[in-house]
């Protein structure tokens, strides 16, 4: 039989945890929506090629850099469309994916969004 030895700890052992700074509801939905977007292996693959531009990128450059089907590569178009990180322009049959500067910027604040401290920012 084990027997149970009583820890005592010291009032000043142990600081209490700092709660975080409020997160607006709107910061927190696309903090959220950025990241569920980038937990898919193809989709973060797609989003740095798209990123890796200097300017537009064509959707027939993107199919064919990948090992799944143009319709799979339009799903996740749209959800990085969704989550705010690329942005969309049509010429003709012909689509044009570019990085959205604000996803790009709350992408680029992430840690410190998390952290608390940058919230005025965004």
Not at 20 to 46: C, N
Not at 75 to 89: C, E, F
Request: hydrophobic share 45%.
């Amino acid at each position: 039989m084990s027997t149970k030895v009583p820890v005592i700890q010291s009032e000043n052992c142990c600081s209490a945890p700092v709660a975080p700074v409020g997160m607006p509801e709107s910061s927190r939905a696309r903090l959220l929506a950025i990241f569920k977007a980038l937990g898919d292996a193809t989709r973060l693959d797609v989003f740095r090629l798209i990123a890796a531009q200097e300017g537009e990128i064509c959707a027939c450059d993107i199919v064919d850099r990948f090992d799944v089907s143009q319709p799979t590569i339009a799903h996740h178009l749209k959800v990085l469309r969704n989550a705010g990180l690329i942005t969309v322009s049509r010429r003709g049959v012909w689509a044009y994916y570019a990085v959205d500067a604000e996803g790009m910027e709350m992408l680029g604040a992430a840690s410190d969004i998390l952290a608390g401290s940058m919230l005025s920012r965004v």
